[in-house]
């Protein structure tokens, strides 16, 4: 079992910054980032398999950056530049499977979401 806990969203101004973390309980081999604006389906953004592979959305590229720090069983997303439609519930998922995938139906768990909000 797996158990997830976001914290760190918020409200910024465009051009801002903001780091989400996770607090990771259990073992999995993939942990990554999703989101889901209102009337939207759920988005991957990054995902991090062991070993440290990474994998992000086209979106994101550039401007999101996913890790981890094992001594802390925390999963981070920095994220930088922010525009407004990165405005949307973030959540934390995390998958037993090896492969970097982006699609949420191949993730078993999942946290609460923590909401980010980019306007002026």
């Known amino acids: 079992q797996v158990r997830l806990v976001e914290s760190g969203g918020g409200s910024v101004q465009p051009g801002g910054s903001l780091v989400l973390s996770c607090a990771v309980s259990g073992a999995a081999y993939s942990l990554a980032w999703f989101r889901q604006a209102p009337g939207r389906e759920r988005e991957g953004v990054a995902v991090r398999v062991s070993g440290g592979s990474t994998r992000y959305a086209d979106s994101v590229k550039g401007r999101f950056t996913i890790s981890q720090d094992n001594a802390k069983n925390t999963l981070y997303l920095q994220m930088n530049s922010l525009k407004p439609e990165d405005t949307a519930m973030y959540y934390c998922?995390?998958?037993?499977?090896?492969?970097?995938?982006?699609?949420?139906?191949?993730?078993?768990?999942w946290g609460q979401g923590t909401q980010v909000t980019v306007s002026s």
């Open positions: 998922a995390a998958k037993t499977g090896w492969l970097p995938s982006l699609h949420a139906t191949d993730f078993n768990y």
